[in-house]
């Protein structure tokens, strides 16, 4: 059974606040350059792994 946190995700991190300017990570949502472009292609659990990832980093970050 899928967590109630999962369930009210947006279908991604992505908080239109792009900018990897400084390095491969995107500023606003926490992803790779690389996982932004395949993120349409990965698979839920591989997108699980990012959503864990980038909320324990403190992503998305909405007010960057």
Not at 14 to 32: L, N
Not at 45 to 60: A, L, S
């Amino acid at each position: 059974m899928l967590d109630a946190a999962i369930k009210e995700r947006p279908d991604t991190p992505c908080v239109a606040v792009c900018s990897t300017t400084f390095d491969d990570v995107c500023r606003g949502c926490g992803r790779t350059v690389a996982e932004v472009a395949q993120w349409v292609a990965l698979g839920a659990q591989e997108k699980e792994i990012v959503w864990q990832r980038i909320t324990r980093e403190g992503y998305p970050r909405r007010n960057s």
